[in-house]
């Protein structure tokens, strides 16, 4: 009974598809052509028609919005078309969690979860605001100097080692680990920019406790995927990469104005994390390969704490790099590189990274995964979650 | 607590005011005057910041705002070496704290702390208020920062 309640295993990843990824303001296309050209790639990946996807989803206020897209795509009908509310990549799993809930209800066949970013033609997430008024909440930070996102995540991560006693060497190891995985995958801006320990250690100060290394890129390129039934993902050419369960969520009054959150120094999975696993039946310890949202690499760090991996006093023991390399740590983190060293797609680089994991075609496969989790968008209101299988165990 | 004429920071940055909506007008007002409120729910006397329109506690709507000591703690902090805005351009580094307010059901503020910004900062230290205005006339303004309690 209860399994009829849940998504666990009822629908697939089918396609994935992405564009070549850029330095921030380096493409040559604008951001809607690379949108295009990534749904475009996924249906072509996923064996289908692109005129045959009828559901769109996406994240974080994207500018290109389905009812544009299904124009310029001709798709036949438009049966979904949705946003997840709220900033940063907090909703790159959540976006994947609703179009599989528009194909379990039957709205949609085929939904494409996308998102694209060029910010050359656009603007830059790193900047500060530069209007000569800060009003509502903006007012309680930004004439203090408070303005970016590493600044304002900055100050949870220090919290969270003061109270836990979390080392500078374990941010690097999250560091490390993106930028060794990035030089075995081609599709990766930092490929052939290997990262060292010293070189970490010598970088400039963002904000501390930020190198430059803890921070995610800016990039251009656009990012797609596609999500189906599990029965018609079986009659497709790739290996369906089944959905474990996938789900947004916010603790308590976490976006509370000026740094008000009751619980502060968190990621904000602390509620999430136990409906997550609950949902796929499986715990953190039948993880094989995570990729784990990196904007910055405090918020990564609190992420693996709250999913379970390790306890919140027992960070310096965990995070090595060591531990974090594919394809035989404890832990395989980020693959690809991620937002640090692969590309910043908001996370649905991740997403991808995670399927490849389990169709065996990552740069840094992992031997025999079975489950391949992502968590999406630590520190923001809200987050998400997502967990992968090759075989859901049903008969 | 006291009042500071120099700017911890370069002039330059987005000057503080109340939401679109008039959310938060109370508070600058006050900081105008040289005093520190918060909001506060008339009917369940709970503390709330930054401010809205409802009581998260009990759902009031009739909240007004009350005066704090000023006297709080450092919660959280940090050191800002890139500047993310033109005015702070030869502005780095400096320090950013969190203060709570344990005279205010321990709600939480920005801001920065006063001194050298290379000092050593303690979380948990105590700090108080100083008002440090800004602008003249229609234009005038007043930060709220904070400086170390020996």
């Known amino acids: ?395 | 607590m006291a009042v500071d004429a120099r700017s911890y920071l370069p002039e330059g940055l987005p000057q503080p005011t109340a939401a679109v909506d008039g959310l938060g007008a109370e508070f600058w007002e006050a900081a105008n005057r040289h005093e520190l409120v918060v909001q506060r729910c008339n009917d369940c006397s709970e503390f709330q910041w930054g401010p809205e329109w409802i009581c998260h506690q009990c759902h009031s709507y009739n909240l007004g705002y009350t005066g704090v000591s000023g006297r709080g703690r450092i919660f959280s902090w940090e050191r800002v070496w890139h500047p993310v805005h033109p005015a702070l351009k030869d502005g780095t580094p400096y320090l950013v704290v969190l203060v709570e307010l344990p005279d205010a059901g321990n709600v939480r503020m920005v801001g920065n702390l006063l001194g050298e910004p290379t000092q050593d900062v303690v979380i948990g230290a105590e700090v108080e208020a100083v008002f440090e205005d800004h602008g003249e006339g229609d234009e005038a303004y007043a930060l709220v920062q904070w400086r170390t309690l020996d």
């Open chain 1, 1 to 395: 009974m209860a399994e009829e309640l849940t998504m666990r295993g009822k629908t697939a990843i089918a396609g994935i598809g992405e564009t070549t990824y850029y330095r921030h303001g380096q493409s040559p296309d604008p951001e809607f052509r690379l949108v295009l050209d990534a749904i475009q790639r996924a249906a072509t990946d996923a064996g289908i028609d692109v005129r045959d996807i009828d559901g769109f989803a996406s994240y974080s206020n994207d500018r290109n919005d389905p009812p544009r897209l299904a124009a310029a795509l001709g798709t036949k009908d438009l049966t979904f078309s949705n946003m997840v509310w709220g900033g940063g990549g907090g909703g790159g799993s959540g976006a994947v969690a609703n179009a599989i809930a528009a194909v379990i209800a039957g709205y949609s066949k085929y939904v494409v979860v996308y998102r694209g970013l060029a910010q050359g033609q656009f603007g830059r997430f790193g900047q500060g605001a530069q209007a000569p008024t800060a009003p509502g909440g903006m007012a309680f930070t930004a004439p203090y100097g408070l303005m970016s996102p590493a600044q304002s995540f900055a100050m949870r991560i220090r919290r969270f080692m003061y109270e836990h006693g979390a080392e500078q060497n374990a941010l690097r190891a999250i560091s490390l680990a993106s930028y060794q995985h990035a030089q075995h995958n081609p599709r990766a801006v930092m490929h052939g920019r290997a990262l060292t320990a010293e070189m970490y250690d010598h970088s400039r100060m963002i904000v501390e406790p930020f190198h430059l290394f803890d921070c995610c890129q800016e990039n251009d390129g656009a990012a797609a995927l596609i999500v189906t039934s599990a029965e018609r993902a079986r009659d497709l050419p790739q290996k369906p990469v089944y959905v474990l369960s996938a789900a947004q969520g916010s603790d308590y009054r976490q976006a509370a104005t000026a740094h008000n959150s009751p619980d502060y120094a968190t990621s904000n999975f602390k509620t999430l994390a136990p409906r997550l696993y609950a949902m796929a039946g499986v715990g953190p310890g039948e993880v094989d390969v995570l990729q784990s949202y990196e904007n910055f690499t405090g918020g990564v760090l609190m992420s693996i704490v709250e999913h379970g991996f390790c306890d919140p006093d027992g960070v310096n023991e965990l995070f090595t790099l060591e531990n974090f390399s594919a394809p035989a740590g404890k832990l395989p983190l980020n693959t690809s590189g991620g937002n640090l060293a692969e590309c910043y797609m908001h996370g649905l680089e991740l997403v991808h990274e995670a399927a490849r994991q389990v169709r065996g075609t990552s740069t840094c496969q992992v031997p025999d995964v079975n489950v391949s989790m992502v968590t999406s968008g630590p520190m923001v209101q809200p987050v998400s979650d997502l967990i992968l299988a090759g075989d859901t165990g049903a008969d």
